[in-house]
């Protein structure tokens, strides 16, 4: 689950990171009174949407004075801004005092999904304009794998924060947002939190330029406010529909969609197709025994988007896996794919919900084990049987 910036600093504050001053505004005099607030000569408006991450893609205007502010909330509010996933409607804009910037620095917590642990990146950028940062150079980047069980120990925050900096003082600094960082990975079961850039002031202060936050559905439980901050308006129709069908699913980009029982198997069938060497479309996650409409709408949203192919996997009991089994092959039946489809099962149940797949039309085929069945979709994705 992706939120807004406004809303990415809000966690990161929370755990003691320093943000600009300011507040999010939807509606000029909102704009305005915020800028009277926050004072300062230059004064931040900047579109609220989601944009896969990157301030370069968020329109962005400075104002020096109150009526400045209000004059960009007016432009901005309304306007439809061109990103890389499609069209967006600015509904918000985040009104902020930034100060300047002696430099600024790339700084990240990531899930890492291959190792299933966590892993720090930090990089130097050049220049100090804060606005249109430079992109990291992943030559230059400074990555720390973190041990699952240990957690982030105090010499990895040092060891990245002197690769980032010379300075003392700053070195202390940026291990202590390193620290926090990864605290917040893990303390709101995110699966990335970044700051990009990270501002090294002037006046010595360290200060989050730009926040993205990413989430794991499956940690939502544990966290209700976190799915609050959930924005249905930039929700993509497929999430909608997956919501209200009672499904987890989410859109990668890739050519091989994954359809799982449960959220270990979808990360191990995930796993399978990047090392057999494709790149995932979009993965849903199951229960063992969902029902009718479910696996229907799961098999919909997992044929759209550019999938060439989808890999169903299914670790089946004794109880529940028969009727997977016969609820799988009514619904490929009643609802063909215009996709290859290739069935992976495993478990007690798995023989009788095979069976119950024979004679399905179209290309459905089961194939064991997991490995197989990754490098049979990538087949499909080829037109090879």
């Not at 940690?219 to 909608?240: I, T, W």
């Not at 499904?247 to 091989?256: A, D, K, N, P």
Request: charged fraction near 20%; include cysteine; charge should be negative.
């Amino acid at each position: 689950m992706h939120v807004h910036e406004y809303q990415a600093k809000q966690v990161i504050s929370g755990y003691g990171i320093a943000v600009p001053n300011g507040g999010v505004a939807r509606t000029p005099e909102d704009a305005e009174a915020i800028a009277r607030q926050t004072g300062g000569e230059q004064i931040y408006i900047r579109a609220q949407y989601h944009a896969a991450g990157r301030l370069a893609c968020h329109a962005t205007r400075i104002a020096d004075s109150a009526e400045g502010a209000r004059a960009a909330a007016e432009e901005l509010l309304g306007s439809t801004q061109p990103t890389p996933l499609g069209p967006k409607k600015v509904r918000l804009v985040l009104v902020e005092r930034v100060p300047p910037a002696a430099q600024l620095l790339y700084l990240a917590a990531v899930m890492d999904t291959l190792r299933n642990a966590p892993v720090i990146i930090g990089v130097k950028l050049d220049g100090t304009d804060f606005v249109t940062p430079p992109p990291p150079d992943p030559n230059r980047a400074v990555v720390i794998p973190i041990d699952a069980t240990a957690g982030l120990m105090p010499h990895h925050a040092r060891y990245i924060a002197f690769q980032l900096t010379n300075d003392k003082v700053m070195a202390v600094r940026v291990a202590d947002v390193a620290t926090k960082l990864y605290r917040a990975l893990v303390g709101r079961d995110a699966l990335n939190v970044e700051i990009n850039p990270l501002i090294v002031a002037v006046n010595s202060r360290v200060i989050a330029g730009y926040a993205a936050v990413e989430f794991d559905d499956f940690g939502l439980f544990r966290h209700r406010m976190v799915g609050d901050m959930r924005d249905e308006d930039e929700a993509g129709p497929g999430e909608l529909a997956a919501i209200e069908a009672g499904i987890h699913y989410t859109r990668l980009g890739g050519e091989v969609a994954c359809v799982a029982t449960g959220i270990g198997l979808v990360k191990t069938s995930l796993h399978a197709v990047s090392v057999a060497g494709g790149c995932p479309s979009c993965y849903v996650d199951l229960d063992e025994s969902p029902t009718a409409e479910q696996l229907d709408e799961a098999l919909r949203l997992a044929a759209t988007g550019g999938t060439k192919s989808i890999l169903i996997a299914g670790m089946l009991d004794s109880r529940g896996g028969e009727r997977f089994g016969y609820r799988l092959a009514e619904t490929l039946t009643d609802s063909p794919t215009k996709v290859p489809v290739r069935v992976c099962l495993d478990g007690p149940a798995a023989e009788t919900a095979r069976a119950a797949l024979e004679g399905v039309p179209g290309d459905v085929q089961c194939v064991w084990p997991l490995t197989a069945a990754a490098e049979a979709s990538l087949r499909a994705v080829e037109g090879q049987p």
